[in-house]
């Protein structure tokens, strides 16, 4: 397909990244590099979503690189405030005009200077109301010391190649990297309560899929830049499970399919004191030195499951969630 034919096409392309305090310059420039190499200005359109950015370097440098592309239509949208990735994501949808969204995380790089031409290839051939392209550790490798584990974890659970993520489409939708029909997500916008850390992209998945929404996974990943030291992630992970708990009570029947389903009724018996009690050895397991990464990442899934048992106690949910009206 040539690069004509992707500007004669009427399906229009807008490529959506929310930013909070990340220097998304290297990907900006990656993207826009692509698209004047293949005369895309026409077909695509860049829009940068600051949620509430509080740092002004990283601020400075992704209005700058965007500043480098004058003839790509490009927006930098600014919160005031930090209301997380489902609301910025919901700009993204705002700001589209038709056609189809990209999102991408500020994080990612793509692994293909064909990446943009995959997708659209994918749009051209029709058939398709969700397309996710996978993540990666291509470009950065093994990484060493206190970002082992978070790659370590995000490998285990995230790189998968398409053929086995299409065999459970909703368990494997990344909003870090996917490709939406514009119609599509403004049916089903991005819930703006999951406000800590994670999971919103799961429960957009299963609303989609439980919606008859057709969801394709191909392999056009971006690498993930964004790796966080140990103790950033000990406290996402705690900070993520009353997002974790949302989704329990909205999707009750897709959560016993979940691994830590199992490990949550089991410790739901313990009272909050025990619970507690193995909360606290868990952190300071896993702020001790000289343990093996792949020991901490046992750890750290035990802990996730205590931590989230606690918040299921708290909201009557443990055995039992209840599912959303």
Known sequence: ???????????????????????ASQLIEALCSEIEEARLNEAIELVIIDDGSTELTPK????????????????????????????????????GEGGYLLFLDADMLPDSSQFLRNYLQVIWRGGWDVVCGGISYRQIGEVKGPYRLYQYLSASTDVVPATKRNVLPWKHILTSNVLVKWTVANEVPFDDR???????????????????????????????????????LLART????????????????????????????FLGYLSPRVLGFLSRMISRVLNSRGLGYKVQ?????????VWLTSELKTQGLVGRPRCER
Request: aromatic fraction near 12%; hydrophobic fraction near 40%; proline fraction near 3%.
């Open 1 to 23: 397909m040539r690069s004509q034919d992707f500007q004669r096409m009427q399906d229009k392309l807008t490529i959506a990244i929310p930013v909070f305090n990340f220097d």
């Open 60 to 95: 400075n440098a992704n209005i700058k690189a965007l500043e480098r592309y004058p003839r790509i239509v490009s927006k930098h949208i600014e919160f005031e405030h930090n209301f997380g990735r489902a609301q910025a994501r919901n700009m993204g949808i705002e700001q």
């Open 194 to 232: 999951f406000n800590t850390w994670g999971y919103e992209d799961l429960d957009w998945g299963i609303r989609l899929v439980t919606g008859g929404y057709k969801v394709l996974h191909i392999d056009n990943t971006c690498t993930h830049l964004g790796l966080v030291p140990k103790d950033v």
């Open 238 to 265: 705690k900070a993520s499970v009353k997002n974790y708990t949302l989704l329990a009570s909205k999707h009750p029947a897709f959560f016993k399919e979940t691994r830590i389903f199992g490990a949550t009724r």
């Open 297 to 305: 990442y046992v750890v750290l899934q035990f802990g996730k499951a």
